[in-house]
Structure formats: structure tokens, C-alpha cells
């Protein structure tokens, strides 16, 4: 089996990162992580990288251009196919974003398009919503836009906070991500007119994280 060979952005903690490199590990994951960069030196992330054994690079953002330049030639040597955004902070110069079309994704923790940008979880508080989530969606120009490619949604608590909501929304974005991306590896999923398809989108893996698909009944799909 030829797996995808990915590089996963980060600038922190790197939790996403961890659940990507967990899924590798199964010889039948159809990716593998072959390069880890980092716009941030102190990054945690790094040194998950390191104790897997995977190659990790620091490469600065203070400049878009020269960021975008530096990673390409990086992603080059490593013969990267795909790339994923896992928790990197900063906006990429748009002609990576447009080389990367439909070859880069994110992972954000909200059911976008709601609450875009930082701090989507507090945001999430301030509405008062009963549900929230994370999606996983290829990468646009635009902040957290993009083709959606698969979302996870937990309840929101009445005595919730920021750190506790986080915690659940996390929780479900680790099994999110690995599941996104083996679907894409396996070539099950195709980009039309900026909306995803999904092969084989009945299966109870993917309906597991998802309350209105076939598992429903499994999943309370009210809350107040
Ligand atoms: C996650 O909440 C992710 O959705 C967002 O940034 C956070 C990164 O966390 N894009 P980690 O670095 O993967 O732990």
C-alpha cells in the first residue's frame, strides 16, 4: 500500500499532531507523517515530533512570503502530498494556500462557519449555543473557510467554561482529524463546486461523530 505522505503545520501544544501520529502507527492507516514544521521554536509539538522519530523543522513567520518559500522547498525534499493544519496560528500567504488547493486541510474547534477565527469556543459561550464542536475542512484564502469535509458536535453545558468546553470539543477533534484523513488518503473524498463528497458516507465510522446521521439513535440530539 502507497500511504499519503503528509506534513502537518504547527505552532503549539500539538495534541492533533499526537492523534495523527497515534493513527500512523497502524500499518493499515493509509498516511504517514514524513515532516513536522513549526513556526514556533518552543512549540510542544516538536517534541512529539522528535519522539516519534519524525523529521521537525522551525521555520519563522515574521515574513508571509519568505515563510511560504522556506516550507515549499521543505515539503519538496520531503515529497509531501498533503499537508495538515494542526493548531498553526498564522494566516499562510495566499499563493501556498492556492498551490496546496484541495490539498491542505484544518481542523477547527467550532462547527464552522460559526465562530470563526480565535477563540472559538469562548465565542461559542458568549452565543449561548447548545451545541458546538470542531470541523475539519480544506483550506481557503479566507480564515476558516473551505470545503467541509467532516464535523464532530458535543453538547455545551449550563456550568461549562472555556477549559471544560475546550476539553470535550478536543476530545472529539482527535478522533475527527485521524478519521478525515484516512478517508482522503483513501480517495474517498472529492471537492465539487466547493462542497465535499464523501464515499461511503453511510458507515457507522463516519456516522458515529455526526447526531443526525444513521447512528443518530445513539446520540442525545437535544439539550438544553
Ligand atoms: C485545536 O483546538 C484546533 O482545533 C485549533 O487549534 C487547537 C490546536 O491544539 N486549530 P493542538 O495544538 O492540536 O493541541
Redo the contacts with the bound molecule.
Keep these: 500500500m502507497e500511504r499519503l505522505r503528509v506534513g502537518v503545520l504547527?505552532?503549539?501544544?500539538?495534541?492533533?499532531?499526537?492523534?495523527l501520529i497515534e493513527a500512523c502507527r497502524d500499518p493499515d492507516y493509509p498516511a504517514e507523517i514524513v515532516l513536522v514544521i513549526s513556526n514556533r521554536a518552543q512549540a510542544p509539538?516538536l517534541a512529539r515530533a522528535d519522539a516519534a522519530g519524525i523529521p521537525h523543522a522551525i521555520v519563522g513567520h515574521r515574513e508571509r512570503h519568505a515563510f511560504a518559500a522556506q516550507a515549499e522547498a521543505l515539503l519538496r525534499e520531503h515529497r509531501v502530498d498533503f499537508i495538515c493544519?494542526?493548531?498553526?496560528?498564522r494566516i499562510l500567504d495566499a499563493g501556498f494556500v492556492q498551490a496546496w488547493r484541495d490539498r491542505m486541510v484544518?481542523?477547527?474547534?467550532s462547527l464552522l462557519p460559526a465562530f470563526q477565527g480565535l477563540h472559538?469556543q469562548r465565542q461559542a459561550l458568549a452565543a449561548g449555543v447548545r451545541f458546538t464542536g470542531?470541523t475539519v475542512h480544506f483550506v481557503r484564502a479566507e480564515l476558516d473557510c473551505g470545503p467541509i469535509i467532516g464535523q464532530a458536535v458535543v453538547p455545551v453545558r449550563p456550568d461549562d467554561d472555556e477549559e471544560r468546553l475546550?476539553a470535550r470539543?478536543?476530545e472529539v477533534?482527535h478522533r475527527l482529524y485521524p478519521l478525515a484523513l484516512r478517508l482522503i488518503a483513501e480517495k474517498r473524498v472529492t471537492v465539487t463546486a466547493d462542497r465535499v463528497d464523501i464515499e461511503g458516507w453511510r458507515s457507522p465510522e463516519i456516522a458515529a461523530l455526526n447526531p443526525v446521521g444513521p447512528a443518530a439513535g445513539r446520540f442525545a440530539r437535544t439539550s438544553v
Excluded at 504547527?10 to 492523534?19: D, E, P
Excluded at 493544519?85 to 496560528?89: D, I, K, T, V, Y
Excluded at 484544518?106 to 474547534?109: F, G, K, L, R, Y
Design positions: 504547527i505552532s503549539g501544544r500539538g495534541s492533533n499532531l499526537q492523534a509539538g493544519l494542526a493548531g498553526f496560528m484544518n481542523i477547527h474547534p472559538a470542531c475546550s470539543i478536543l477533534e
